[in-house]
């Protein structure tokens, strides 16, 4: 099942949420990702596909690099500020995959 519609309105439990660059947008990420992980079945994953600071674009181009995207990205998150907000939501990352030009966290 594909649904598009408010967080708000996320009910019942799913075995995969994604969120495809769109978590960085977000203005509130820890309460986001906090009811995001309480609608993860007890297996489920999360993904979140985001530029990353510290990816080898960012040190490439720095202040150049397009993906900052100002002011529409309201955080440009590291690996450090994922791992924080997904502990506070007891999760972990499972992985890092960087793509070249985005980063896909799972």
């Known amino acids: 099942m594909v649904k598009k519609e408010p967080l ?20 509130r990420p ?10 993860l079945a007890p297996d489920g994953r999360l993904l ?4 990353l600071a510290g990816s080898c674009a960012w ?13 529409r990205h309201l955080y440009l998150h590291t690996p450090t500020s994922l791992a924080r907000l997904a502990a506070g ?7 890092i995959v ?5 980063t896909r966290l799972i």
Do not use: C
């Not at 708000?8 to 203005?27: P, Q, W």
């Not at 490439?60 to 002011?71: E, I, Q, R, V």
């Open 8 to 27: 708000a309105n996320l009910g019942g439990e799913f075995d995969l949420i994604i969120r495809h660059h769109s978590f960085e947008h977000m203005d």
């Open 30 to 39: 820890r309460e986001v990702l906090s009811t995001l992980a309480a609608h």
């Open 48 to 51: 979140i596909r985001i530029p």
């Open 59 to 71: 040190r490439k181009y720095g202040a150049f690099w397009a993906n900052l995207d100002a002011p």
């Open 89 to 95: 939501a007891d999760m972990t990352i499972e992985s």
């Open 98 to 102: 960087y793509d070249l030009q985005y």
